[in-house]
Nanobody, 117 residues
Framework: QVQLVESGGGMVQPGGSLRLSCTASGFLFTINDMGWYRQAPGKERELVATITGSGRTNYAGFVKGRFTISREAAKNTIYLQMNNLNPGDTAVYYC???????????WGQGTQVTVSS
């Protein structure tokens, strides 16, 4: 099986920072496309950022200048550095891995991020 495990969530004040991590393990032979998504109560799950196996990144508009996605070289381990957090960033953040580029996708259990005074 393929398993994704996230870590690094928590509670921070507005303007604070967090660094999320996600490690994938299991039957994987390539460096896969991966990404971060988030979901707040009562809202749809939305894309935060993605990174390809070769390191090409893509960000949602609200992320530009605040969040940075990265990965370990030649590994299915990714990070999300989040700076200047605001209460609107409060959500469960999920790690995602694209197994084959044809719809086989794996998800982690999620990690809670809470931004509050």
């Amino acid at each position: 099986q393929v398993q994704l495990v996230e870590s690094g969530g928590g509670m921070v004040q507005p303007g604070g920072s967090l660094r999320l991590s996600c490690t994938a393990s299991g039957f994987l032979f390539t460096i896969n496309d991966m990404g971060w998504y988030r979901q707040a109560p009562g809202k749809e799950r939305e894309l935060v950022a993605t990174i390809t196996g070769s390191g090409r990144t893509n960000y949602a508009g609200f992320v530009k200048g605040r969040f940075t996605i990265s990965r370990e070289a030649a590994k299915n381990t990714i990070y999300l550095q989040m700076n200047n957090l605001n209460p609107g960033d409060t959500a469960v953040y999920y790690c995602n891995l694209d197994r084959d580029g044809r719809g086989t996708v794996y998800w982690g259990q999620g990690t809670q991020v809470t931004v509050s005074s």
